[in-house]
């Protein structure tokens, strides 16, 4: 029996994925859903996501993009207490090692933790320093 796990997509790998590139990103996703995984964002990527639809360099392709994106997941986590409270301790953990990350990667790292999910970046450079958080690079 396959034990069914959820995912959760940083930014980056959304941009991947929505750009069709690195293939090998859009062949582990293809295999992930056929073996009937969920596959999710944090509120926190959703924002990201919208804030770039607002830059210089937004097309009105990258917001039909987002929406078809939107529509492919399985859901979009809200930012909740628990969320909250697992980022914080993050935080606080990584500023007493001297070795913080970016606000958003703190709070989608917490997120991901908080909801028992596998956090998907190519940023293994900042996510390997959260205690506790299960990363997988796709793009590798």
Known sequence: MIEHKTYMLDTCICSFIMRENPIQVLQRLQQVVEQDHQIVISAITYAEMQYGLLGKKAKPKHKIWVNEFIKCIDAIYPWDTAAVD???????????????????????????????????????????????????????
């Open 86 to 140: 697992a980022t914080v301790k993050i935080k606080h953990q990584l500023i007493q090692l001297g070795t913080p990350i970016g606000a958003n990667d703190t709070a989608i790292a917490g997120h991901a933790i908080a909801t028992g999910c596998i956090l998907i970046t190519n940023n293994l450079r900042e996510f390997n320093r959260v205690e506790g958080l299960t990363v997988e690079d796709w793009c590798s």
